[in-house]
Each structure stands twice: as C-alpha cells, then as structure tokens.
C-alpha cells in the first residue's frame, strides 16, 4: 500500500509569488488533514477534509491559504500571495478510521 | 488551557544506552496519546498509540511507551538505542470528547546518539 505522498519535497519562491502544494493520501483514506511546521515552532494544524468537504478549517492561518478536495481524492493547497512568514514545512496526513493519522514526507516552502 | 508538554527540548545519549523521552498532557479527560518520529529528511512515522486497555504499549523500532494517568504522561523508551534511532520525536494528543480530530503536537525532542 502506498503511503502518503506531497509533491514538491521543496519550493523556493518570491514574496509575493503563488505557490501550490499537492498531497495524494493513502487509497481509501476519506480524511485527509494538514498541518505545517514553521522554523522554531509546534506542529499546527490547518484543517481536515473528510472525503471533499472542509470538517475543521480552524487552523487557516488567513486567506491567503485556500485548500480543495475535488472529488474526495487528493489536495491542493494554495499560498496566494506568499509572505516570508509563510516558510515552513507543510505536512499532510491521511486516515481511514481517525484518529490515528499516517503523515507524508512533507512540502519544505522558502519564501524569499 | 489544553496543552502538551515536551520538557526535554534536545538529549543526548550513547548507542547502546537507554533512552527516555517525557510527554505530559493536560486535558479534562485522557486524550488519544501518539508518539511520532521524524528522521532527517524524512516525514513523520507513526512509532506507537494509546487508546485504551493495558498502560504499556508497543510500537515499532523497538520502542515503547507508558501510560500513567496519576501524571497525566505518556512517556517513551527503548531499552538500548542505536544510532539509526538519532532524530525528532513528537508527543501528540487526541482529545477523546468533542468534534476535533486534529493532533495537537509537543514541541519536539531531538535525539542525539553518540557513538
């Protein structure tokens, strides 16, 4: 069974600039979660779909951050315009029977 | 305020030694409890969980956890660590009531292991 994949491992841009990030979660899993990790702090979440729908997005930052499902499968999220404070690592995870979670590698997002 | 505590920000060990690794949660009831493990370059691997049932879990890797609800931790062990073992360690909860699902992470360990 394939575990969670994010693509890119890494992205560089501009202030400025749009990003957007993928991530594949594991076949079968309907909740599909995602969490960053900014230099120096926690691990924070930003929120949860279950199959195409948005269940928490308490953890958004702003918006600037827009996240999608389409069609219950993989997930976009999109940076738009990026900040410098927006550098971090963007972790996505997935689960078929929460809580339990299962993490990809991560998305590593300079912005210069 | 519900929170998780991490008290060990960096620790260094020799391969070979034992290893502890301390978690303290404050939550009304006793969350879902997880330990993560985050090796350079690499995502973040699920080492062991606690549910429910007996206090001293399992996981991967060798290592192993206990439940102590007097102390409301959930601690990690490996009784001999190997220098494959030297990365980020995350304490993560759960809270049992309620509609979240999201983890809500420590602040980390990393782990040394000298040769």
């Known amino acids: 069974e394939a575990g969670v994949t994010q693509f890119p491992s890494h992205s560089v841009i501009e202030k400025g600039q749009t990003v957007t990030l993928r991530c594949d979660p594991i076949s079968g899993h309907d909740n599909l979660y995602w969490y960053r990790r900014v230099m120096g702090k926690e691990i924070k979440f930003l929120l949860h779909f279950v199959k195409e729908s948005k269940q928490d997005e308490s953890g958004m930052p702003n918006n600037r951050f827009l996240a999608e499902r389409t069609g219950g499968t993989y997930s976009t999220l999109k940076v738009q315009p990026a900040e410098l404070e927006d550098s971090g690592v963007y972790f996505c995870?997935?689960?078929?029977?929460?809580?339990?979670?299962?993490f990809g590698p991560g998305t590593r997002l300079t912005v210069l | 305020a519900q929170s998780v505590t991490q008290p060990d920000i960096h620790i260094t060990v020799s391969e070979g030694a034992s290893l502890e690794l301390r978690c303290n949660y404050s939550?009304?009831?006793?969350?879902?409890l997880f330990w993560y493990v985050q090796s350079p370059g690499q995502g973040l691997q699920l080492l062991l969980k606690?549910?429910?049932?007996?206090?001293l879990v399992q996981g991967i890797k060798g290592f192993e956890a206990e439940f102590k609800r007097s102390q409301s931790s959930f601690n990690l062990r490996k009784p001999s660590v190997h220098w494959s073992d030297a990365a980020e360690y995350f304490c993560a909860v759960v809270p049992l009531s309620g509609s979240a699902r999201q983890l809500t992470f420590g602040s980390g360990t990393q782990l040394t292991v000298l040769p």
């Open positions: 939550y009304g009831a006793t969350p879902y």
């Open positions: 606690y549910f429910s049932g007996d206090t």
């Open positions: 995870a997935s689960s078929r029977t929460p809580p339990t979670q299962y």
